[in-house]
């Protein structure tokens, strides 16, 4: 689907547009082809640990008062998040198209490692953007990248963060378009990418649809997951789209609170406009020149969103809400202590919205909350948070 | 005559120096100006125009500037002024609205990079009723299925890409550009205007014959950062003269 309601397209230079096409060819055939999902379902379980437990959190809903809370533990699958079932089909995609060479942008560095490994399991070479800032507090998903045989290249250009990394790749993909494969993080950038990635990360919804039923015969109330770019959330929640009673919630980064502007609340706060090559909700001024964004998370300090994200907010389908950097650290705090889990601090942001609607829920209610990464990764950060 | 076409970003190192820029390129016997509109993400650009857009962009340099540089221009000048941009600024002030001002400023030429004609219904219904040209640019890599699309599509111009790349001066344009312009010399009678990567007129001599017109940007932009004031004009002046000779316009 090229778009989704007005939101979407491919707005791209020229020299790109070859490039789209046959992407958005190999991908449609490859989709419907039996043995290319055979083989993707194979890495997914084999290699990447799928499916992952869909865990009762008794603790934490004692603790919140909530009837039943459980997370869907993408931070058990390899590599720390769920960025895994995206970069694995996309690195089969580059296999196909005979690339020799990806790169990628990303922020945590959860979708960098993620890249390097598939990288590394299917033999390609490697190379991941990543703004400076985030190179600084990101060190150790650095070291992983660098381990796992790719180059990270800090970006200096504009905030230092996810932006500008998605804007040197595609520079670099422009020029390099030839042989190089560019695999996009998250649902964001032109068709076929949001459709795509959705596709990829859909494994996560469609496996908690599975395990729900069999724990409690029925369909969840709530889901609810963080949303920056927004593919944790959209692989959550697109399998449930014709499942009316299923509520969706996606939580952005809220920053240092709305107000303040600095923040990287898309849905919440932003216009429509063009960024990345799709039309979608974006922080922009009034010179619609795109804003520098904030946020605790750096998976989350996007000014962007997807385009199917700004669809489901539109016509209605979803709910977007925003916690704040120290709900977010609150709630990394909460988790590890009643559960025994790090959350990664984007995931963080969904534990946190837990607290601000425990009040509004009928008692029955079921929430499923995905954990999309683990937060080794943020120990710094947390350490350093006043 | 073959057309002379130089790219220049709006606002930088000012507003003031752009107009002055323009009448200098003017009497320096120019043909067309391209005005760059500065965005905060300009993913098709190399460093040289990256940096003169964050430059304009800390002095404003917004759309409505940008078009009151024009209308300035054109109480002097009847050069033709094309403006080049990225999409949201221009879609954030609204198109019509853009493209009424735009009119009524004298502009006669768009360019939008990251606008496909597949994309751009709207943007051509309101470009064709401003009479405002929409130029769309034509890649190495556009197959030629599409190329006929872009002929079909554009008004004013084909921009030629000389390069699989962004913007920006290189010593030397591809090995393979001949073979690539007279390709489509033979498919279209749009006029060609072969842009990016240009910065001497010796990497013209041999395919100048198959276009009618060339773009120079990042290598005139790279002047207008190391000099000001009457050095500039002299510099300009200085180095657009050979450009002019390698085209026979002198």
């Known amino acids: 689907m090229r778009y989704f309601g007005q939101f979407g397209g491919q707005f791209i230079p ?19 082809d039996k043995k290319f999902r055979k083989h993707l379902d194979y890495y997914l379980r084999q290699y990447a640990g799928r499916p992952t437990p869909l865990y009762y959190a008794e603790n934490l809903s004692k603790y919140l008062n909530i009837s039943k809370i459980y997370l869907k533990r993408e931070d058990l699958a390899h590599t720390g998040s769920h960025k895994i079932n995206n970069t694995i089909g996309q690195l089969l995609l580059a296999k196909r198209l005979n690339k020799k060479r990806v790169i990628a942008e990303t922020g945590a560095g959860q979708h960098g490692v993620a890249t390097a490994t598939a990288a590394a399991l299917f033999g390609l070479k490697c190379d991941v953007y990543m703004g400076a800032v985030d190179v600084e507090r990101q060190q150790q998903n ?3 990248m660098e381990l796992l045989g790719a180059r990270v290249i800090p970006v200096k250009s504009g905030s230092q963060t996810l932006k500008d990394a998605i804007n040197e790749a595609l520079r670099d993909w422009v020029t390099n378009v030839h042989d190089t494969y560019y695999v996009l993080g998250s649902v964001v950038g032109p068709h076929p990418y949001p459709t795509m990635v959705r596709n990829f990360q859909s494994v996560i919804g469609l496996e908690t649809k599975r395990q729900i039923l069999k724990l409690e015969n029925c369909l969840p109330d709530y889901l609810i997951a963080c949303v920056g770019g927004g593919s944790n959330s959209i692989g959550l929640f697109h399998p449930f789209y014709n499942n009316r009673t ?7 980064a809220g920053g240092l609170g709305l107000a303040s502007g600095k923040h990287s609340a898309s849905l919440a706060e932003g216009t429509v406009g063009i960024l990345h090559g799709t039309k979608s909700y974006v ?5 619609g020149q795109i804003c520098e964004t904030h946020s605790v998370a750096p998976g989350l300090d996007y000014p962007g969103v997807g385009p199917e994200h700004s669809f489901y907010k539109d016509s209605g389908r979803a709910e977007y809400v925003a916690v704040t950097d120290r709900e977010a650290i609150g709630a990394f705090h909460m988790l590890s202590e009643s559960e025994g889990i790090l959350p990664a601090l984007e995931s963080a942001h969904a534990i946190a919205y837990l607290k601000k609607i425990a009040h509004k829920l009928k008692k029955p209610d079921i929430i499923v909350v995905c954990l999309s990464g683990r937060g080794d990764k943020d120990l710094e950060i947390v350490r350093k948070f006043r | 005559m073959k057309k002379l076409i130089c790219f220049i970003t709006c606002g930088f190192p000012d507003l003031r120096t752009t107009e002055k820029i323009v009448s200098v390129l003017e009497d320096a016997g120019v043909d067309i100006i391209e005005l760059g509109m500065p965005f905060s993400d300009p993913i098709a650009d190399g460093p040289v125009v990256q940096y003169a ?6 002095k404003k340099g917004t759309v409505k500037d940008i078009l009151s540089v024009v209308r300035h221009i054109r109480k002097k000048s009847n050069i033709p002024i094309v403006l080049m941009g990225y999409l949201n600024p221009v879609y954030h002030y609204g198109l019509k609205k853009f493209f009424n001002e735009a009119k009524e400023s004298g502009v006669s030429g768009l360019i939008i990079p990251d606008i496909i004609p597949e994309e751009s219904k709207l943007i051509k219904s309101l470009a064709k009723r401003a009479g405002i040209d929409l130029i769309y640019l034509l890649a190495p890599t556009t197959e030629p299925k599409r190329r006929k699309i872009i002929y079909n599509s554009t008004t004013g111009f084909v921009y030629v890409v000389s390069v699989t790349g962004i913007t920006g001066a290189r010593k030397e344009l591809p090995s393979g550009l001949a073979g690539f312009l007279k390709q489509i010399r033979r498919e279209t009678k749009k006029p060609l205007a072969l842009g990016f990567g240009i910065s001497q007129p010796k990497q013209v001599t041999k395919i100048k014959k198959y276009i009618d017109g060339i773009i120079i940007g990042s290598a005139l932009i790279k002047i207008i950062m190391r000099y000001r004031g009457a050095r500039l004009v002299s510099e300009i002046r200085k180095f657009i003269l050979p450009f002019r000779k390698e085209l026979g316009k002198v």
């Open chain 1, 14 to 32: 020229e020299t790109l547009v070859y490039a789209v096409n046959e992407l958005e060819r190999e991908f449609n055939v490859a989709w419907k």
């Open chain 1, 142 to 144: 650095v070291s992983r």
């Open chain 1, 246 to 252: 299923v509520k969706f919630i996606g939580v952005e």
């Open chain 1, 283 to 287: 922080l922009q001024n009034k010179d």
């Open chain 2, 53 to 58: 857009s964050q430059k304009a962009l800390e």
